[in-house]
């Protein structure tokens, strides 16, 4: 069975700053995707960034990066030059291979402040 | 950008009574997917869907809920004898194919209230 561990249930970041969110993650399966989503307060899932298990290279989508480590099972999430419009709960999710299946972390609440 | 639709945002329905949840997938995506999320917790998995039948299902997605694929553009959620523990956001989502490498783009949601 496959987990996901976000441990920072809140942040608050100063406008313009980089910021981290952690996301730890538990399977026995060998290949799987890992996923990043961004729900505002308006309520919607948005998709961010994913992680292959077999990627050599972290993945990069804008000023969405992720820190993947597969030795420690991480894949957080780094957001640069924060903007007001980050404020959101992101949550962290895994999918593993031969499932359909996301499993969701449950999601830290980043406030971007100005 | 092609989005998934999902109606209504906002459904209330009394406690016992059947509801209908809406989904208009990505014109061409295959899968599809229904979760849910209970006011402050995380998203959980119910079912995903795929050439008209269902191909994995949660131990909450029982005898209660049923999915249906009514034409070629509609995918639905039909939730039976409603219950109060079943109050929570419903989001509905698609993916073109089914490697894991695939995201899945949700909806905007339903919220359900059961009084």
């Known amino acids: 069975a496959q987990k996901i561990t976000q441990t920072q249930p809140g942040m608050f970041v100063q406008e313009k700053e980089a910021v981290t969110l952690d996301c730890t993650y538990d399977?026995?399966?060998?290949?799987?995707?890992l996923f990043w989503y961004k729900q505002p307060s308006s309520g919607e899932m948005i998709f961010l960034i994913y992680?292959?298990?077999?990627?050599?290279q972290n993945a990069t989508e804008g000023r969405y990066s992720l820190n993947f480590q597969k030795a420690r099972k991480s894949a957080n999430l780094v957001i640069s030059a924060s903007q007001l419009g980050d404020s959101a709960m992101y949550f962290c999710?895994?999918?593993?291979?031969?499932?359909?299946?996301?499993?969701f972390g449950q999601g830290t609440r980043l406030t971007i402040n100005p | 950008e092609p989005e998934v639709t999902q109606t209504p945002s906002h459904q209330v329905t009394q406690m016992g009574q059947e509801v209908i949840l809406r989904c208009v997938p990505i014109?061409?995506?295959?899968?599809f997917y229904w979760y849910r999320q209970i006011l402050g917790q995380k998203v959980e998995f119910l079912v995903s869907?795929?050439?008209?039948?269902?191909?994995?299902k949660s131990e909450i997605f029982d005898d209660q809920f049923s999915v249906e694929r009514p034409d070629g553009s509609n995918f639905t959620l039909k939730i039976r004898s409603t219950k109060l523990e079943d109050s929570a956001m419903y989001f509905c989502?698609?993916?073109?194919?089914?490697?894991?490498?695939?995201?899945?783009?949700f909806g905007d949601g339903t919220r359900l209230s059961i009084l």
């Open positions: 989502a698609s993916s073109e194919e089914w490697t894991v490498n695939q995201p899945q783009h």
């Open positions: 399977t026995s399966d060998q290949s799987y995707g």
């Open positions: 992680q292959g298990s077999y990627d050599e």
């Open positions: 999710a895994m999918r593993a291979q031969g499932a359909q299946k996301l499993v």
């Open positions: 014109s061409n995506h295959l899968y």
């Open positions: 869907f795929y050439n008209n039948e269902i191909s994995e």
